[in-house]
C-alpha cells in the first residue's frame, strides 16, 4: 500500500537533547512538509521541500533543521534550540510542486518533554 | 498574508442530525479551498475540496460550495453518523507564499 510513514508514534526528549522524527513516503512525491499542531491550534508549517536537496523555511522554523537526500524521506530534528517542543508533529507529501496540489499526511508523532 | 476562519466547537449533534461547520476565508484574488478531517490519534485527510468560484466539493455525503460573494465555504452533511466524529479544518492556498494555511479545526461530537 502506498502511503506515508511516520515514527515513532510517540517519542520523548530530554531537556539539552536533539531528538529526529522520521517520515517517509512510497508515493513517488515531489513534495513534503512538515507541521506542528498544538491543542486548539490550526496547523503552522516548518519546513518544506519542492525537491531532493532543496528545502525551505516555513512560519516557524527556529529550533528545527530538515534534511531532503533522498526523495522519499525528510526527517525532522528538534533541537535543543527549540524551546517547547510539545506537540503533534504531522509530515505530508504532494505529487508536484504546485502548492494547489492535495495534500497527503502520514498518521503523526506526538513529542513529549521529560 | 491569507486567512481562514472557522466556527468554534465543540459542536454536538446527535446521529442523523443536519450539520454545518462555518468556514469564511480572507484572500487575495480565487484561492483553492479545502476540508480536511483529522479522526482521534491520527493524520488529516482531505475529504473535499474545491478549485473555483461556485464549485460544489462532496465526499462521504458532505458538501461544501465555494462562495466568492460571503467569500465562505460552509461544510454541511444532511445526516451525521457517530463515525463522522472528528476534528475538521477548512484550509486554503496562499499562493503568494505557495502553502496552505488551516483554519484552528472545529470538533464535532455525535452522540448515539
Known amino acids: 500500500d502506498g502511503g506515508i510513514t511516520q515514527s515513532p508514534k510517540y517519542l520523548f526528549r530530554k531537556e539539552g537533547q536533539n531528538v529526529t522524527l522520521s517520515c517517509e513516503q512510497n508515493?513517488?512525491?515531489?513534495?513534503m512538509y512538515w507541521y506542528r499542531q498544538d491543542p486548539g491550534q490550526g496547523l503552522r508549517l516548518i519546513y518544506y521541500?519542492?525537491?531532493?536537496?532543496?528545502?525551505q523555511k516555513g512560519d516557524i522554523a527556529e529550533g528545527y533543521s530538515v534534511s531532503r537526500e533522498k526523495k522519499e524521506s525528510f526527517p525532522l530534528t528538534v533541537t535543543s534550540a527549540q524551546k517547547n517542543p510539545t506537540a503533534f508533529y504531522l509530515c505530508?507529501?504532494?505529487?508536484?510542486?504546485?502548492?494547489?496540489?492535495?495534500?497527503?499526511f502520514g498518521p503523526g508523532t506526538r513529542l513529549l518533554v521529560l | 498574508g491569507d486567512s481562514v476562519t472557522q466556527m468554534e466547537g465543540p459542536v454536538t449533534l446527535s446521529e442523523e442530525a443536519f450539520l454545518t461547520i462555518n468556514c469564511t476565508y480572507t484572500?487575495?484574488?480565487?484561492?483553492?479551498l479545502f476540508w480536511y478531517v483529522q479522526y482521534p490519534g491520527e493524520g488529516l485527510q482531505l475529504l473535499l475540496k474545491?478549485?473555483?468560484?461556485?464549485d460544489k466539493g462532496s465526499n462521504k455525503g458532505f458538501e461544501a460550495t465555494y462562495r466568492k460573494e460571503t467569500t465562505s465555504f460552509h461544510l454541511e452533511k444532511g445526516s451525521v453518523q457517530v463515525s463522522d466524529s472528528a476534528v475538521y479544518f477548512c484550509?486554503?492556498?496562499?499562493?503568494?507564499?505557495?502553502?496552505?494555511?488551516f483554519g484552528t479545526g472545529t470538533r464535532l461530537l455525535v452522540s448515539p
Open positions: 505530508a507529501s504532494s505529487p508536484g510542486l504546485a502548492v494547489q496540489e492535495t495534500q497527503y
Open positions: 508515493l513517488n512525491h515531489d513534495a
Open positions: 521541500s519542492q525537491i531532493v536537496n532543496d528545502f
Open positions: 484572500a487575495t484574488g480565487y484561492p483553492s
Open positions: 474545491a478549485t473555483k468560484a461556485d
Open positions: 484550509a486554503l492556498v496562499d499562493t503568494g507564499f505557495q502553502k496552505l494555511v
